[in-house]
């Protein structure tokens, strides 16, 4: 059994304990499936190898715990699914995802004793986000925005060559914002823009 980590069509061998399976001119990113008990530090040691082989290539990461039985397995996916891989690869080529999280001084929720104040508070709520995340999609090749009790949690493909712009975007809505506490972290991996890849 082996998992896939990631799809690229960069052929340059990775470094063990990763492996590359070809086939249609993509390759399947891989290692020994791992059958012990899923902790914390197996996370993070996987997220290590995607890391360092995204410095070095363009790559579309897999969900986590795609497994498969061998690399013949392997090869029939990426030969059954090479256009829709291949293009969700060009989708992603040259850029990384860059992450927000926003949260502010205010209490979590609107509070208010009437249904007027409640719609009032949400409103203000969704333009101060609306505030924070258009000029940062503006600098993105994409963004979306995901659900969760913050202020704003986005995420946000960037042109490698456009992460420092971003940052430098980060700390100027954050300067202007003192109330807020913004939290950029990347670059990594395009998992929000990886369309659920699972060959």
Known sequence: MIELLAITDDATPPAPPVRAVA?????????????????????????????????GRDLLPVRFGT???DER???????????????????????????????????DGPQASSGRDYLSARSRRAEAARELHEPLAAIARESTVLRGEELLRAAYLVDRAAVDEFVAAVRRLQDERPRLALLCTGPWPPYSFAREVSP
């Open 23 to 55: 086939a249609a001119g993509l390759s399947a990113l891989c290692t020994p499936a791992d059958t012990r008990e899923l902790t914390r530090e197996a996370l993070w040691r996987r997220e290590e190898l995607l890391e360092e082989l995204m410095a």
């Open 67 to 69: 497994v498969v039985a």
């Open 73 to 107: 397995a392997a090869e029939r996916a990426l030969a059954e699914r090479r256009d829709e891989l291949a293009a969700g690869l060009d989708r992603v080529r040259g850029a990384v995802e860059l992450a927000l999280r926003v949260h502010s001084e205010e209490p």
